[in-house]
């Protein structure tokens, strides 16, 4: 067995121990969900900011591209960019997610 094949078998593990049910272009599985959150202040102005992005498996979502949808924790979500893992060691492919009909702070 590769290295390769042993980490992707590892990634897929991992996501499965470890992931968050979501729907990705209709189809349910399970991956990794971050959320990364930002917050600055600048001449007393706060700024806020959410950098959704989920990690799934890229044998079971081959071409998944911008404009993807995407349903984590019944939130909706739009893929803006996906990078898979370039040299296929992990597996994996991450998607990088622009939250649907969200709603601004007043």
């Given at each position: 067995?590769?290295?390769?094949s042993?980490?992707a078998?590892?990634?897929?593990?991992a996501?499965?121990?470890?992931g968050?049910?979501?729907?990705i272009?209709?189809?349910?599985?399970?991956?990794?969900f971050?959320?990364?959150?930002?917050?600055?202040?600048?001449?007393?102005?706060?700024?806020?900011?959410?950098?959704?992005?989920?990690?799934?498996?890229?044998?079971?979502n081959?071409?998944?591209?911008?404009g993807?949808?995407?349903?984590?924790?019944?939130?909706?979500?739009?893929?803006?960019?996906?990078?898979?893992?370039?040299?296929?060691?992990?597996?994996?492919?991450?998607?990088?997610?622009e939250?649907?009909?969200?709603?601004?702070?007043?």
């Amino acid at each position: 067995m590769s290295f390769a094949s042993l980490q992707a078998r590892v990634s897929a593990a991992a996501i499965k121990q470890l992931g968050t049910p979501a729907t990705i272009d209709g189809r349910a599985q399970t991956v990794l969900f971050d959320d990364a959150y930002a917050a600055a202040q600048y001449a007393g102005v706060s700024l806020d900011a959410s950098h959704p992005a989920i990690w799934c498996i890229s044998a079971i979502n081959p071409g998944l591209k911008a404009g993807t949808d995407v349903t984590v924790n019944a939130v909706d979500y739009i893929v803006r960019s996906a990078e898979p893992d370039g040299l296929g060691i992990t597996g994996l492919t991450r998607l990088v997610l622009e939250q649907l009909n969200a709603t601004e702070a007043a």
